[in-house]
């Protein structure tokens, strides 16, 4: 087999995140609440802008007027030597960088990043919590603002719903900055190495079809922008996060009636493809393999860990499916291998550490503290049979028809549309039964490449299991059809969504260049445009965010209790991204935890029913104050007035909701209950 050089690039799925403040950090490249070595902070934690590695402290997360800074998305660009089809792992990769000579001896002299965002949301289809993906089996969800008529694909309907900022392209040793907004205009690759304008490309914001608008935080007119460093990879950031919605034949704004399908309602999350041509010294120039881009929900815990994170359920898809790890499981038999040897660090510990993490975003009971923790303190010498795990009898089984059977078995918290509760990926569950039947292994496991690596931060980092619809991405993530499926044959590596070729021609203002896109179990394989993760989000994403706090079992299961536990007990929706009671650093007195709080607190969340507690009671101020959450983030980079906070413990840091000590809705452990339903008159 002859060797050839491929280009890839890393994250091969990335999320830039909202802020209101026109500064920025980056998003994480180590993963979520994993020991990081040479240091006691655990791995999550955005970085510093300008720097390579540095973590930020508390006094990083907003700017001197206390806006919410935004975390860029950072790309990279490795290459790899091939001989034959790709592996996985590869375990190698040099970084491209502008002036980085290569093995052959070529040299980078530029590369040219091309990215396209837009948002769907209003176009396309309602979510249907209760169904996730299977709304789409057969056929398809009622469309979103059914009284803008026209069929999916209308230019009227896409005229006036869908979000579409265009392409942009820069050069990265021109040092180029290019906005995503309403009055930059779009380009893209042109002839022989140019960057051409498209000055017909139909841009469209919703101000373009509205004559009014209701503008809480101020208008959408941009979806982010793009620049780079300079060593020449790529930032993106995100927008504001601003939500706007239209009035009524009466001039008031439309009521927001729901968490997820708002008729007349418009953010600007937004999602798209990137791309970039590297050019070298000689005048020659090769395409790399190309990633995706997410903007979209802060991360307000960055370092706690999802039991089921975005990398468990895409690692399972990639297993499962598309031949990742033929040593580990076969797809022709449908079955895992009897002798393959998981990594404790790398495989089980993770699992154990999450589940410790929770007790930091979660008002858990004693019982399970000391549970968690003796889960946590398992190591590779212990024997599995003479751990709390012992038999993995507490573990709820993918395999099995448990996901309605509550308590004793974990994960306790809300599970995936139609179902009562979460379980772990069926391959976390095999690798942990190796692990119980002392199958395993006591080093770190399979050596992943620095490309690689920054793949499998970047989703451990999102929320995983439950996608109703999700936080980061939805259920669209375990798809195997957005997916570049000939990975080992083309060499450009797995988990890499896969473009839909965009071309910009015979472009005309009056006339959308997207359409409605790529939708789920419709054997579509073609691709994704600009828009098609995020537009499976709620709308306006900050009434979802502020709903998924706690919440009976039935509202998973058509609004009927289905699971073991009584029917008003309260569970966690999604509490590693979607904190619900914290712990306010400013009232940590030498390392000794308070009473905990309602991460969302303060005037306008007082809750009469405890199914509500923890939330903004009107879900105009989810729009207006999501920016004045706390974030939590690990002891040892709070800094707060010179005190020494201990790296064991998590502690809320920069709410504007409340000061230190203020009085609010008191927080009950679990299990705690709704009101009971009214009963029905006969």
């Not at 869908?162 to 392409?167: L, N, Q, S, T, Y």
């Not at 997410?294 to 860990?305: E, N, S």
């Not at 929770?358 to 858990?364: G, P, R, V």
Request: proline share 7%; glycine share 8%; aromatic share 10%.
């Amino acid at each position: 087999m002859n060797k050839k050089t491929v280009f890839r690039v890393h994250p091969t799925i990335n999320f830039a995140r909202f802020g209101t403040s026109d500064e920025y950090i980056l998003s994480p490249e180590t993963s979520a609440g994993l020991p990081q070595p040479g240091t006691d902070v655990t791995g999550g934690l955005p970085i510093k802008a300008g720097t390579e590695n540095t973590p930020v402290t508390s006094k990083d997360l907003r700017d001197k007027d206390g806006f919410l800074k935004k975390q860029a998305a950072r790309f990279r660009i490795y290459a790899y030597d091939i001989e034959g089809e790709a592996t996985y792992p590869g375990g190698d990769g040099i970084e491209v960088t502008i002036g980085t000579k290569l093995p052959d001896g070529r040299v980078v002299s530029d590369l040219i990043w091309t990215s396209h965002l837009a948002n769907k949301k209003a176009a396309v289809y309602n979510v249907v919590n209760n169904k996730g993906i299977e709304a789409y089996n057969q056929a398809v969800p009622q469309m979103r603002n059914p009284e803008t008529h026209g069929d999916i694909d209308s230019a009227y309907r896409l005229n006036r719903l869908m979000i579409d900022a265009g392409p942009r392209t820069i050069s990265a040793l021109s040092g180029e900055h290019a906005k995503f907004d309403d009055n930059t205009i779009p380009t893209c690759p042109g002839h022989k190495e140019t960057i051409k304008e498209l000055l017909d490309y139909p841009v469209r914001f919703p101000a373009d079809y509205n004559d009014e608008l209701f503008e809480p935080n101020g208008p959408i007119n941009t979806l982010g922008e793009m620049f780079t460093d300079d060593k020449g990879r790529l930032l993106m950031l995100s927008s504001s996060g601003n939500a706007v919605g239209q009035y009524d034949e009466y001039g008031v704004p439309i009521q927001m009636t729901g968490d997820l399908n708002n008729v007349g309602w418009f953010d600007s999350a937004a999602d798209g493809p990137v791309s970039v041509r590297v050019r070298f010294e000689d005048g020659s120039s090769e395409e790399a393999f190309g990633a995706w881009v997410v903007c979209g929900d802060p991360a307000y815990a960055p370092q706690i860990r999802n039991v089921v994170s975005v990398w468990d359920d895409v690692y399972n898809l990639f297993v499962r499916k598309l031949d990742l790890q033929p040593e580990l499981y076969d797809r022709q038999s449908d079955q895992y291998s009897p002798d393959y040897r998981p990594s404790f660090s790398q495989d089980i510990k993770p699992v154990f550490t999450a589940s410790a993490l929770q007790k930091w975003t979660a008002n858990l009971p004693e019982m399970a503290l000391r549970a968690h923790a003796a889960v946590d303190a398992i190591n590779e010498h212990d024997n599995p049979n003479e751990t709390i795990m012992a038999a993995l009898n507490f573990l709820r089984n993918p395999f099995k028809e448990e996901t309605n059977i509550g308590a004793p078995l974990m994960p306790l918290s809300l599970g995936a549309a139609g179902t009562s509760f979460l379980t772990v990926t069926k391959t976390q569950y095999f690798l942990l039964e190796q692990w119980s039947k002392h199958l395993y292994q006591k080093n770190d496991g399979i050596k992943l490449g620095p490309g690689e690596f920054l793949d499998m931060a970047s989703l451990s980092n999102c929320l995983g299991g439950r996608y109703v619809p999700g936080i980061e991405v939805s259920y669209t993530v375990t798809c195997a059809d957005i997916y570049m499926q000939d990975w080992k044959k083309t060499g450009s590596g797995p988990f890499r969504i896969k473009h839909f070729p965009l071309k910009y021609k015979n472009l005309n203002k009056e006339i959308p260049f997207l359409k409605s896109g790529w939708i789920p179990l419709h054997n579509q394989t073609d691709g994704l445009e600009p828009g098609d993760v995020s537009k499976f989000m709620a709308i306006p994403w900050q009434t979802d965010y502020n709903s998924c706090s706690i919440h009976a079992t039935a509202i998973n299961t058509d609004g009927v209790n289905e699971s073991n536990g009584a029917e008003t007990t309260l569970y966690w929706s999604w509490p590693s991204q979607r904190p619900d009671a914290v712990y306010v650093a400013e009232e940590v007195v030498n390392n000794v935890l308070p009473k905990q709080q309602w991460s969302i607190r303060g005037p306008g969340t007082y809750a009469i029913n405890p199914a509500s507690a923890a939330t903004f009671q009107d879900p105009l101020d989810s729009v207006t104050n999501w920016d004045k959450i706390g974030i939590i983030i690990q002891g040892s980079n709070v800094d707060i007035d010179d005190n020494e906070f201990s790296p064991d413990l998590y502690l809320e840091v920069e709410s504007q909701l409340t000061r230190p000590g203020d009085a609010s809705d008191p927080v009950a452990q679990w299990p705690f209950n709704a009101n009971p339903p009214k009963k029905r008159s006969k």
